[in-house]
């Protein structure tokens, strides 16, 4: 593809907006194709993928597989609770071990930040990132951001309010990245023991309010509370963190007429986003799942054309 140079997609922080533009007119055109009686393409036969998900994961998981599968590509899905990681085996040897395949494409997920690059030593193929700790989730950012060109038709100046569990939201990292390349003003809304200092300094708006960041709003990122993440508790109660933070059918109220509300999944409903308002907002979640397969056929395919050879790493 004319203007697509990179062998790994690590991060968004690393593409430029016209990368990005590319990601997304392939996704237009996969979409398109999973939405025909035949949803195959064969542009990546004869390639093999392998997914290795060190954490949880429903949607990341299951849409590389079927992009990869509807992709025409060879599909290894390596699970890391019954491999011999769980008997000592140091993730360098798992991941030389699986490159004895000679794979194209290994997509992990990690609960560490930020090691992707260093994993890429030990393997020929092109790496993906799936999510790797608090760091960047760029497949999210990437579906979250098509999603919002879908429904506004641009992403060019918008203001967007990501909304919850900042500090160990690496969906909200990889959106703050994605949409400042499309000069979008970014407010983070959240506990003040969610939000990191260092967050002034990506150039987003920092609030504490909701009741007042909420209303002028174009788009707004609802983020899930990672209670995995979280060593000791960073509110007193759930009831107070939805007193303050979740958008109830009161809240919704002083939304703007056009305002998109999404969300990464999985959602705590009652607790993010109230369970009364699960008929009303839950089929544009279901649509970010869905452009979400459009988007990762399209990195797939990206990473799949490119060679297994040293000298593409950058
Ligand atoms: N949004 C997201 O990453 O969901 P999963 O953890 O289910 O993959």
Redesign the pocket.
């Known amino acids: 593809m004319d203007g697509w140079q990179k062998k790994h997609l690590l991060g968004i922080k690393d593409l430029s907006r016209q990368e990005i533009e590319i990601i997304f007119e392939l996704a237009a055109s996969f979409k398109e194709l999973s939405q025909r009686e035949v949803k195959k393409a064969p542009a990546l036969r004869g390639k093999t993928m392998i997914n290795l998900f060190f954490e949880?994961?429903?949607?990341?998981?299951t849409s590389f597989e079927l992009a990869a599968k509807r992709l025409s590509a060879d599909v290894l899905n390596f699970s890391s609770s019954s491999s011999s990681l769980s008997k000592g085996e140091s993730l360098e040897d798992t991941i030389k071990n699986l490159e004895a395949y000679h794979p194209d494409i290994l997509v992990i997920?990690i609960g560490y930040s930020e090691c992707l690059h260093n994993l890429s030593r030990y393997t020929l193929a092109s790496i993906v990132n799936?999510?790797d700790g608090n760091s960047e989730?760029p497949t999210?950012a990437l579906l979250d951001m098509f999603t919002v060109k879908e429904i506004k038709g641009k992403l060019d100046g918008l203001s967007v309010l990501i909304v919850g569990d900042i500090t160990h939201s690496r969906?909200a990292r990889s959106n703050i990245f994605g949409f400042q390349k499309f000069s979008a003003h970014i407010k983070v809304c959240g506990p003040s023991t969610l939000i990191p200092y260092e967050f002034d300094k990506l150039g987003v708006e920092i609030s504490y309010d909701f009741d007042e960041a909420i209303r002028d709003a174009d788009v707004i990122i609802m983020l899930r509370i990672q209670k995995e993440r979280q060593e000791i508790s960073f509110f007193p109660s759930i009831r107070e963190y939805v007193e303050k933070f979740a958008l109830t059918a009161e809240r919704i109220k002083k939304i703007k007429k056009d305002c998109i509300i999404m969300h990464?999944?999985?959602v705590n409903w009652d607790v993010e986003i109230s369970s009364q308002l699960k008929e009303e907002l839950h089929p544009l979640i279901l649509k970010q799942v869905e452009n979400g397969l459009a988007i990762r056929m399209a990195v797939l395919y990206l990473a799949g054309t490119k060679k297994r050879k040293y000298e593409d790493i950058n």
């Open positions: 949880s994961s429903t949607r990341t998981r997920r799936a999510g989730h999210q969906v990464p999944g999985p």
